[in-house]
């Protein structure tokens, strides 16, 4: 399923701080590098290079240390074992992460591999018997192309205080039930005909210069869930909920031309309880084009079912392909997809800077799933205010800042894309002339 994904571009951004709760770390990620893949149980997850020409990994795992050995004792100094013959030692010593002491060892190992490999271990000792373990292994060429930077970045590890991080997401938890629970027709009414028109531009490789690859628009409206699929006699309806409409054009890669048109209508009542969804996206090129949908419902939690219940359905409208329902529970506290893209107004009259933790329903990459959302939300000194989101425990995805109003000012995305507040006429001189508009 392609995605309507002005919200969710994701791919590499350098120096970005990445936090994981069940290792329990902080850690600033080098570079070209990407968060690759990740594991509740066991707790670990892996640091990858996002360039091809230059591959390595660093792997981050959480360890149990009941006997309070030291970070040296940890690492099983290959030297004192019985494969000390099979080893040389590059580097043996004490080294600080932060206001913490570890132990780092670098050595290679010549096992009768054809090239003999470094092999990186650092552990540092934690609160609670608890340590953290990095480990790579390297050629002895990429070793020397990446052993600085490496190294400064297992220095950057911070270990996370668990009973603050509970603390943390408790509060963020109650933030966010409180936002949901003062919903009602009067506060989502003061909605109803907000309209912003999104410039969306890609940082071109190895400079600064941005290109044109898109442009949206964004309107709110009262009106019924039975709206979300357009059809003849629907003028008379009861207006029972908001409706967000959002209309996008993206040619996300200028050289193939390939455009992509999406429509989407996100309907949730006025109560916030109830919501639905349809969008259409359709890629095409001259004379050949495919299309698909999704339509999501996510029922009123009902006596005797307390838990709201979500249904996805997926078409492929080209090959008439039906791809089978996605189901899931709807976990309170719930992030209604429509105020997803109304989040700036939505939230404009918070007032002071908080954090809230929502469930919703993201469709990336063709997955479905149901995800923890973290928005967090910082009050500048010139009345503007932005928010750092991230999806579950991963890093942080999107920096966004509006206006006092709650109208999009920028928004920078994980790969360089850059959304930002615009008008009619200024897309318009931008794409007429391309016969795109």
């Known amino acids: 399923m392609i995605q309507v994904f002005l919200l969710s571009l994701v791919a590499q951004f ?10 329990g770390l902080k850690i600033d990620l080098p570079a070209e590098s990407t968060v690759s893949g990740t594991s509740k149980n066991p707790p670990f997850c892996m640091i990858s290079s996002s360039n091809p020409m230059n591959m390595w990994h660093l792997r981050l795992e959480r360890g149990i240390n009941p006997d309070a050995k030291t970070a040296e004792e940890l690492l099983h100094v290959p030297q004192l074992s019985e494969h000390a013959s099979k080893t040389t030692t590059i580097e043996n010593n004490a080294m600080r992460a932060g206001d913490r002491e570890g132990w780092l060892h670098v050595f290679l190992s010549d096992d009768g591999q054809p090239t003999p490999l ?6 540092l000792p934690t609160n609670g018997d608890q340590f953290i373990l990095a480990t790579a292994r390297f050629s002895r ?8 930077m490496i190294v400064e970045c297992m220095q950057t590890i911070r270990p996370l205080d668990p009973v603050a991080m509970i603390q943390g997401k408790l509060a963020a938890l109650e933030h966010a039930a409180s936002v949901l629970d003062a919903i009602s027709k009067e506060s989502l009414s003061a909605l109803i005909g907000f309209q912003e028109w999104r410039r969306i531009q890609s940082k071109l490789d190895g400079g600064s210069t941005y290109e044109d690859i898109g442009y949206a628009l964004v309107q709110v409206s009262a009106g019924n869930r039975e709206e979300i699929e357009i059809r003849d006699g629907q003028e008379g309806l009861e207006k029972t909920g908001l409706i967000v409409t959002v209309r996008s054009r993206l040619v996300p890669n200028i050289e193939t031309g390939v455009v992509m048109d999406a429509y989407g209508r996100y309907w949730v009542s006025w109560d916030g309880k109830e919501s639905r969804w349809s969008n259409r996206v359709t890629k095409w090129l001259e004379k050949a084009k495919a299309t698909e949908s999704e339509t999501g419902i996510r029922n009123r939690p009902e006596i005797g079912s307390p838990r709201s219940r979500l249904i996805v359905l997926q078409q492929d409208l080209t090959s008439d392909v039906i791809k089978s329902p996605f189901k899931a529970l709807a976990e309170d506290p719930w992030l209604p997809r429509a105020l997803v893209w109304i989040l700036g107004p939505f939230l404009s009259s918070s007032g002071h800077d908080e954090q809230f933790m929502w469930m919703t329903y993201e469709n990336s990459g063709g997955s479905s799933k149901i995800v923890t959302r973290v928005d967090s939300l910082h009050q500048n000194d010139d009345e503007s205010w932005t928010v750092d989101t991230k999806v579950g425990e991963g890093e942080v995805t999107l920096w966004s800042t509006f206006n006092k109003d709650g109208s999009l000012l920028t928004q920078t995305q994980k790969n360089g894309v850059v959304v930002t507040g615009a008008t009619h006429d200024m897309l318009e001189n931008i794409w007429a002339p391309r016969n795109l508009w």
């Open 14 to 23: 350098g120096n970005a701080t990445y936090q994981n709760g069940d290792i």
């Open 118 to 123: 470094i092999m990186v271990q650092f552990a």
């Open 141 to 148: 060429t990429s070793w020397d192309r990446n052993s600085k």
